[in-house]
């Protein structure tokens, strides 16, 4: 009989999208190696683009590649924010190439978690399995590491979207605007990403079951977008249009219920959640993936502080190491849990406010709501999650 080996690690980050890899990656920074479990077979890059605001950039400079980034896409004129729409596979293959090689372990589903004391034992789909001092659950919405924690599932906001990006080879000439547009109960909207691409998207009221339809037939979501901004202007059409069959995609919008995080574990002794996997939110805000960059880079401050400053000469056993890891995760448990209830609350009554149709709320929102709904956009984004510099590290 073959042998399964069992690997050691000392930490463990389960999911390679931008809030694993920006966890790595800040860890890198700091000198402590982590390795990251990737289900996939390759980087996921589903939803093709995403805008980046003011928040998302400090964290990326925090982790020294903003400006790499910043030089291939234009600024969206905004008020006072810093506004960018990236493409997702560039940004996790520029995360990917900083990291030391062999951090990202492709086809690595975790199964389940097991509790051996002072470690985690991850039980992976291949049959082999890995023990941890620190494992971190950044594997998105239905996460595994969430539902170890004892975090409920989220919940079906009522709405969905479909999102997609256009190419236009020669260029499409147009200024870096976001366009959005409101009527109906749909919200659509369209950004350049870069010199020769749009990324749109458009969320609608809908069902799970509708949606079970939808999502295999991307000339049924097409043709569903077009007929919903058919009385907008030309160019929104034209971005619809322009449109790859395979570059359509479709997914029904969950939150976790906010007062979930207020009552419930984003850490437990050696174990966390980040991105996703701890705030699954609406798209309304724009601050999916700007969060998920926050959490990276508190996370890997806090468990550096942790693990690197200790006093000199100190020789630790297993349960004063373990300690100071829950202390760490606690730290960034306590900076996040706020800040993500606050992002969570945020996105669903703008999204609420922004999608509600009929002649009272078009009247309310024509006289002050949307300039409401667009402060608290602007106001949740001017953020700073801090540098990742921690003092008395040796």
Known sequence: MQEIMEIEEDIVIVGGGIAGLTTALGLHRLGLRSLVLESSESLRIAGFALTLWTNAWRALDAVGFGNSLREHYPLIPSRGNEGRCVRRKELLETMERELPHGTLRYSSKVV???????????????????????????????????????????????????????????????????????????????????????YWFCTYYSSLQYDEGMQENPAKMKQF??????????????????????????????L????????????????????????????????????????????????????????????????????????????????????????????????????????????????FLLRFTASIAWKIADFHCGELNISGSK
């Open 225 to 254: 977008v077009l007929s919903k901004i058919s009385h907008l202007p030309k160019q929104a059409a034209e971005v619809v249009e322009m449109t790859e069959l395979d570059s359509i995609s479709c997914s029904p919008l969950k």
């Open 256 to 367: 976790r219920l906010p007062w979930n995080l207020l009552l419930g574990n984003i850490s437990k002794g050696n174990v966390c959640v980040a991105g996703d996997a701890l705030h699954p939110m609406t798209p309304d805000i724009g601050q999916g993936g700007c969060s998920a960059l926050e959490d990276a880079v508190v996370l890997a401050r806090c468990l550096a502080e942790a693990l690197l400053k200790k006093p000199r000469n100190e020789i630790q056993n297993e349960e004063e190491e373990y300690a100071r890891i829950q202390k760490g995760l606690e730290k960034y448990a306590k900076e996040r849990r706020w800040r993500s209830f606050r992002l969570i609350s945020a996105a669903y009554v703008v999204g609420f406010i922004q999608q509600r149709d009929g002649k009272v709320m078009r009247f309310l929102k024509e006289k």
């Open 112 to 198: 389940s978690i097991e509790d051996t004391g002072y470690r985690k034992l991850l039980h992976l789909a291949d049959g082999s399995t890995l023990k941890t001092k620190v494992l971190i659950g950044c594997d998105g919405i239905n996460s595994l590491v969430a539902k170890w924690l004892g975090l409920p599932k989220p919940v079906y906001s009522g709405r969905s979207a479909i999102r997609g990006f256009a190419e236009y080879p020669d260029g499409h000439g147009f200024h870096p605007s976001l366009h959005v547009y409101y009527e109906g109960g749909v919200r659509y909207g369209y950004v350049p990403c870069g010199a020769n691409c749009f």
